[in-house]
């Protein structure tokens, strides 16, 4: 397709991602992100086998992984149980072995962002969206009072509270307080390892070691508590010792990533929704990433989510010589995976948080059992890598 004027809302994984993916084609793009600079929130994630790809054919690939930890298994207990609840290691595709990419957040942000600038994408802070316009050329609001110049194509990846998405999600009774900790230097847990450990459906808490830090030399490690939207309160108004107590009583191996903690701010709590838009395309306007469908982070895949359908988009405005054609050829390629895997999310989130009894001792007793008999074992490792099926359709190259 000829070269496209983009407007990007949101430099987070997604728009920074597509950014560098459509000014490698060739686009003129401009991404906003209502940051005063631009910086990432939160802590850390798992890019997975796809969205690792994604990043190599962008160019940010190097970058994040002289920063990510390579983690190769995820390995959950519940309380009080021997065999694991949660056992996947992610093996090899022919011959050739796979990880997990563990990482902050800042150096996933660090890594997409120097691939975005350096082939020349035009980034504009303390931009805050707040509508776009209708018509053929679309324009962008701001709450400044600024409003863009006209774009061919606007993209809306503005994440889970973008102002321009009609998705009204579900919101989901759990989520975690997260919070990130050096990586001990006597560590109990091995070091490409997520673990957890679950007293029922209850409480979560994990460990996951992500690196290091743009710019610095220690080792990182994400740790997080499982807990409902109504604990919260109760949780910050309690003394900080009482609920490291409790984390540690639940797992003692935990003790030195959780001694890491002494005071609430280094916790940040994170809710999760579920919901996905029926069709993310208008005519000159497209949402991707968790402005289009959103999931909780159970299977690990909403930053690989956004980072396919970044590639996906990139490649069907290469495919097609109409923007029309495009962005529905966009839609139908990922419309399958996205929704194989909204359902998948939807159906094991309940046995890892919920008050729930049966589910969590179906999940003992019955599913982990039966996820050590081959071919569960490979099945597992192919759902949690992103490619159980192929994550892109309709003739668009995988990245
Ligand atoms: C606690 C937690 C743990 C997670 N763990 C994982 C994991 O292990 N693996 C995984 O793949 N995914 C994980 N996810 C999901 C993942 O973080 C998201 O799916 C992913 O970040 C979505 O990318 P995005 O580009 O759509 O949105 P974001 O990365 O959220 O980016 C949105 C950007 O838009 C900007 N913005 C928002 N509103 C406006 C506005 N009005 N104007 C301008 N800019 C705006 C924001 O500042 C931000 O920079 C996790 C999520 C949470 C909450």
Same mark, same amino acid.
């Given at each position: ?139 962008? $609001? ?58 029922? *459906? ?23 508590? $499982? ?96 923007? *029309? ?55 597992? $490792? ?18």
């Amino acid at each position: 397709m000829a070269a496209l004027k983009v407007g990007i809302a949101g430099a987070g994984i997604g728009g920074l991602a597509l950014a560098a993916a459509l000014a490698r084609s060739g686009h003129d793009v401009t991404v906003y992100d209502q940051f005063d600079a631009p910086r990432p929130v939160g802590s850390g994630l798992v890019i997975q086998p796809v969205g690792q790809a994604v990043l190599f054919r962008i160019g940010a690939l190097d970058v994040a992984e002289t920063h990510g930890a390579q983690v190769t298994h995820m390995l959950g207990h519940a309380t009080g149980k021997r065999m694991p609840i949660l056992d996947v290691k992610y093996g090899s595709v022919k011959g050739r072995p796979r990880h997990g990419l563990a990482l902050h957040r800042a150096a996933l942000f660090h890594a997409v962002h120097q691939a975005a600038i350096k082939v020349g994408v035009r980034m504009l802070a303390s931009h805050e969206v707040v509508s776009v316009s209708d018509g053929p050329k679309r324009q962008l $609001s701001f709450t400044n009072g600024e409003v863009s110049a006209p774009f061919d194509l606007v993209v809306d990846a503005s994440g889970a509270g973008s102002p321009l998405s009609p998705l009204r999600a579900r919101a989901l009774p759990y989520g975690a307080i997260w919070g990130v900790v050096d990586w001990p230097d006597d560590a109990p847990l091995p070091a490409h390892q997520l673990s957890q450990r679950y007293e029922a *459906a209850r409480r979560m808490v994990g460990v996951l070691p992500i690196g290091l830090l743009p710019g610095g030399t220690r080792r990182q490690t994400a740790l997080f508590w $499982s807990l409902t939207r109504d604990e919260l309160a109760a949780w910050q108004a309690s003394p900080i010792e009482a609920w490291k107590a409790q984390a540690k009583a639940l797992w003692p191996e935990a003790a030195p990533y959780v001694d890491g903690i002494t005071q609430h701010d280094q916790m940040t709590p994170a809710f999760y929704s579920h919901g996905s838009l029926r069709t993310p395309v208008a005519p000159g306007l497209v949402h991707i990433g968790d402005a289009a469908h959103r999931a909780s982070p159970q299977l690990g895949q909403g930053a690989n989510m956004a980072l396919l359908d970044a590639w996906a988009l990139s490649q069907a405005l290469v495919a097609r010589g109409d923007l *029309a054609d495009a962005l529905a050829l966009y839609h139908k390629s990922r419309r399958l995976h996205l929704w194989v895997y909204q359902w998948m999310s939807a159906v094991f989130t309940p046995l890892y948080q919920s008050h729930s009894r049966f589910l969590p001792a179906l999940r003992n007793h019955l599913l982990a059992p039966v996820a050590q008999i081959p071919p569960s074992p490979y099945i597992l $490792s192919r759902l949690v890598c992103g490619d159980m099926l192929p994550p892109l359709r309709s003739g668009l190259p995988a990245p």
